[in-house]
């Protein structure tokens, strides 16, 4: 449009010379001058302006809100009228307080703000997301759109900055005093079970043909000329695998059932979230891909804190649908279990090979126990609990007998 606007000035300038008519000068002058401004400006518009976006955490619980600030910093001498900044969202995190518009990507969606910033001014403007869907979301790309002052012509350009959001799965309370057991919904009470913590060493002895090769002090062996290990401190805290399950059908082209999936990893927070709470060590493993894993959910049994934060945040970056079966994890596992680790396998359905792979941890020593969804039925020789599903908001994990 401008520079259409150039040539019709630049026609008036040269007519009005020819004929000597002011009344065709002076348009001409006004309107080539008036252009060559609005161009300058278009092109100056985006210059040393700077969109920065602060989120008050960068990991969120399921329900939290979380603070969304925007910054937009007009660095330069020369104002600016008017600046659109677009921002690339997740749909599945909603927005208070803001302008959002469709985007042309399935579960995205813009955040749009016009804003006027004076010569070296910053604005700041907030927002809330509420966090209602577990997952890692990415917050950007950004696009800003500017111009001139007349709005002949306008200018973009695209930041890459993105910023990372964490949401956690649902963690509900937990109710069933099966749980309160030496392993869940077995029939032996907890009164103390003894392990080595590898954390805590307690002195050296001589080797014996039993003991692991890790395990040997090459300095005492040294020193003595003979083959010594070490020998750590017991510790009573009770080791936990959980083994959680995203198949919802015994087949694929049956689908995937949403929600069905989305409880089992409720579940498995909520266990997990329990069993660390009273001082048990947990792992988790799942027939889901672990994006920082590069493989399917493999988390070795660990307590404390930073473990729960751990499992969490590997439970919120689970894709909506299973990697493979499950049993096979379970054969996997069994080679780096620690002797008497108790396993807890969620699951909706319940095929025979998931039932031999846990006979064959069972063989080994190894407690197992299967918490159920939906109508799975309970497999023999193994104790069982099914979740009860009150309708279809659950307020809690309630554990009842199953079999």
């Known amino acids: 449009m401008i520079s259409y606007g150039l040539l019709v000035g630049t026609v008036l ?53 979380v603070e969304l600030a925007v910054e937009v910093e007009n660095a330069k001498p020369l104002p600016v009228p008017w600046v659109e900044c677009l921002d690339d969202l997740p749909a599945d995190l909603p927005v208070v307080g803001g302008h959002l518009s469709a985007h042309h990507l399935p579960g995205r969606m813009t955040l749009k703000n016009m804003l006027s910033l004076g010569w070296f001014e910053r604005v700041t403007r907030r927002f809330s997301i509420t966090c209602t869907q577990r997952g890692r979301y990415t917050l950007g790309p950004v696009t800003l759109v500017s111009g001139d002052p007349f709005g002949f012509d306008r200018e973009s350009r695209g930041l890459p900055q993105t910023d990372q959001l964490i949401v956690y799965p649902r963690i509900l309370p937990v109710a069933g005093p099966a749980l309160l057991r030496r392993h869940p919904f077995g029939d032996q009470a907890l009164a103390s079970w003894i392990f080595e913590d590898p954390a805590r060493t307690a002195g050296v002895r001589e080797y014996q043909t039993r003991d692991p090769f890790n395990r040997i002090e090459w300095k005492a062996t040294a020193r003595t000329g003979r083959l010594q290990t070490r020998v750590f401190e017991a510790s009573f805290r009770v080791q936990l695998s959980i083994f959680l399950n995203l198949s919802t059908g015994a087949y694929l082209w049956e689908g995937i059932d949403r929600r069905r999936l989305e409880f089992a990893i409720s579940v498995a927070a909520s266990l997990a979230h329990w069993a660390i709470g009273h001082k048990r060590s947990v792992g988790i493993y799942a027939n889901g891909y672990h994006p920082s ?21 590997a439970l919120a970056t689970l894709p909506p649908v299973p990697w493979g079966q499950l049993h096979p994890i379970l054969n996997r596992a069994l080679g780096s279990m620690e002797p008497g680790t108790a396993a807890l396998i969620i699951t909706s359905q319940v095929p ?37 599903e009150e309708g279809s908001d659950v307020q809690r994990i309630v554990l009842d007998p199953a079999g």
């Not at 252009?35 to 969120?60: G, V």
């Not at 894993?293 to 945040?313: C, F, K, Y």
């Open 293 to 313: 894993g590069g493989g399917s959910l493999s988390m070795r049994p660990g307590a404390g804190v930073h473990q729960l934060e751990r499992i969490l945040g």
């Open 13 to 65: 300038i040269i007519l009005g010379l020819a004929l000597r008519q002011p009344y065709l000068l002076v348009p001409g002058v006004l309107t080539v001058v008036t252009l060559l401004l609005a161009r300058a400006w278009r092109k100056n518009a985006l210059d040393r302006i700077t969109y920065r976006r602060h989120l008050s955490t960068s990991r969120a619980g399921w329900g939290d809100t």
């Open 352 to 388: 025979q090979d998931l039932v031999l792979a846990a006979a064959r941890l069972k063989s080994c020593g190894h407690p197992v126990s299967f918490v159920l969804l939906g109508n799975a039925r309970a497999p023999r020789g193994f104790p069982s609990a099914r979740v009860r």
